[in-house]
């Protein structure tokens, strides 16, 4: 057999080859098969030119774009001249053929339809590809055997059909490995000489299978083979005395070793599902956010605490970037250098980013990126475990500014417990103490204000966001404290003050106003 010629009639083209699986034709040879839709003639005939003969079939598949509903085919076994096609064979085989394809769903969109702009879909085209390159493969043998007996020949596509349907089993990425031996069983009986009387039997995994007419005969075929420290047995037996073909004992074997291929590679998947889900279970029990990014900078998986924290369902991240979804704008830049560095080699500390909910609002989120490799060393995967910080920092900033206060009261009562210092002096440098006691001392200027006379920072400045506690001596107000911004600060406790603020200058004021109620006393004292 030369080749396989699948020909198209075109409206606007004519008739030309749509698909062919040989290359053995010269150009010459090429073009006559198409020009066999010329014939007018309806279903099989066998038509003979001067070097080759041909078995052909005519036959219309229904489309939604062709002219008249229907797409106008010939699909064409092409031979030596001097082959001889059996009639009835071949058009079994044209009308396999040719129903395989009518079966296949929206087989028609495989075709360009130019007066409608409209090209083949690349991936009908493709399964259309696949199915008369199997119909090659399959029938090759079959047609050479034609030259030896139309008998071997029925023998042969029986057998092929059985490793074909094993194989088609197989494709299906949802169907489990006792489906698959189960499907095998019911093919073995059609794919041997005498159907009628022939059982089959397969165990595997302590398991077993057998089609309803098994019995326990003598007349036996059997293989064996080792599947991943399992046994896989293949046994066919003969209801009456009759014997095996040399070839049915190879397809036995040929079955044996399909399967093996097929079911290490589905036990294979099961490992990896297993394992894919024990990763997830992990995932999903975190506390910490986990999100898996590929290569290309998309998000593949997030877990529960991810949703959680950002407010996101996994359908509205999965397929987006960490930074269209999770960052705000100003970060990033420093996420790409981040994650150019890891894949550089460069592991990255931990890093802390100002990250965005779903809903608009902010918050410090600390993350740690990890590289994961395939297994010849190549970047796979990104994992990205992260955490809601904010309530951390904000704790470790309230005892900073906690510590400056103290700080501040510290070095205020070393002050005023020193002796004959005059209360300018004092009062003058305890105004220059705190502005760095408060969030934003670049921004912080402060006032005291005794007895009439003020004591300023050199930036003083009077404005709208002001802080301040009087200075009380003897149940008297005597003075005032003033803290001030210079600019508008973030909303706080108290405008943009925090709590702890409010507290340290009362209890500046109350220091003050001790000491100066003493200074008083002592003075009245003195002239008394």
């Not at 009908?124 to 199915?131: F, H, Q, R, T, V």
């Not at 007419?213 to 293989?223: E, G």
């Not at 080792?226 to 073909?245: R, T, W």
């Not at 965005?356 to 918050?363: C, I, L, P, V, Y």
């Amino acid at each position: 057999m030369k080749a396989i010629i699948l020909s198209r009639f075109d409206p606007v083209y004519g008739s030309k080859i749509f698909l062919k699986t040989s290359d053995t034709l010269n150009e010459e040879e090429l073009m006559q098969i198409p020009q066999l839709m010329a014939i007018p003639s309806k279903g099989f005939f066998i038509h003979v030119f001067e070097n080759l003969k041909t078995a052909n079939l005519f036959f219309k598949l229904p489309s939604k774009f062709a002219r008249g509903r229907f797409e106008k085919l010939l699909i064409s076994i092409i031979t030596d001249i001097n082959n001889d096609l059996n009639l009835a064979l071949s058009r079994e085989l044209l009308e396999s053929f040719a129903t395989s394809l009518l079966n296949l769903k929206d087989a028609y969109k495989a075709f360009d339809i130019e007066m409608k702009d409209y090209k083949g879909d690349p991936e009908k085209l493709s399964e259309i590809e696949k199915l008369i390159s199997v119909f090659y493969i399959t029938i090759k043998p079959a047609i050479k055997a034609l030259e030896i007996s139309e008998q071997n020949l029925k023998e042969r596509v029986k057998e092929l059909t059985c490793i074909y349907g094993i194989s088609k089993l197989s494709e299906d990425p949802n169907i489990t490995i006792n489906n698959i031996l189960q499907g095998t069983l019911e093919l073995i009986p059609s794919a041997y000489q005498f159907p009628k009387i022939t059982c089959a039997r397969i165990i595997y995994d302590n398991k077993e299978y057998m089609t309803e007419n098994f019995a326990d005969t003598h007349w036996t075929q059997m293989v064996t083979k080792e599947i991943l420290e399992k046994i896989l047995i293949i046994q066919v037996k003969y209801l009456e005395d009759k014997s095996f073909l040399k070839e049915e004992k190879d397809l036995i074997n040929d079955i044996g070793n399909r399967l093996k291929v097929i079911i290490e590679q589905k036990e294979e998947e099961k490992i990896i599902k297993s394992e894919k889900k024990y990763l997830e279970d992990i995932m999903e029990s975190m506390i910490d956010g986990v999100i898996i990014i590929n290569m290309e900078g998309k998000i593949v998986s997030i877990n529960e605490a991810t949703i959680s924290q950002h407010g996101y369902t996994r359908e509205e991240t999965i397929g987006h970037t960490l930074a269209e979804v999770f960052f705000t704008k100003e970060e990033i830049p420093k996420f790409g250098r981040v994650i150019r560095r890891l894949i550089m080699g460069k592991r990255k500390k931990q890093q802390e980013y100002l990250a965005k909910r779903k809903d608009g609002s902010t918050f410090i989120m600390s993350v740690n990126f990890s590289l994961l490799k395939d297994s010849e060393n190549n970047p796979k995967e990104i994992i990205a475990v992260h955490r809601d910080i904010t309530k951390r920092k904000k704790a470790e900033h309230n005892i900073r500014e906690r510590d400056k206060g103290l700080n501040c009261l510290y070095s205020v009562s070393k002050i005023v417990e020193k002796e004959f210092v005059e209360i300018e002096e004092i009062l003058s440098k305890t105004v220059e103490l705190i502005p760095p006691a408060w969030q934003f001392p670049e921004v912080t200027c402060a006032r005291i204000v005794v007895d009439g006379q003020e004591y300023k920072t050199e930036n003083y400045k009077d404005t709208n966001w002001k802080q301040s506690s009087n200075i009380i001596v003897n149940k008297e107000k005597i003075g005032v404290i003033e803290v001030i911004y210079l600019g508008e600060m973030p909303e706080s406790d108290e405008g943009p003050f925090l709590k702890e603020e409010r507290q340290l200058i009362d209890e500046l004021t109350a220091k003050l106003g001790a000491y100066l109620e003493r200074k008083k006393a002592e003075q009245k004292l003195e002239n008394s």
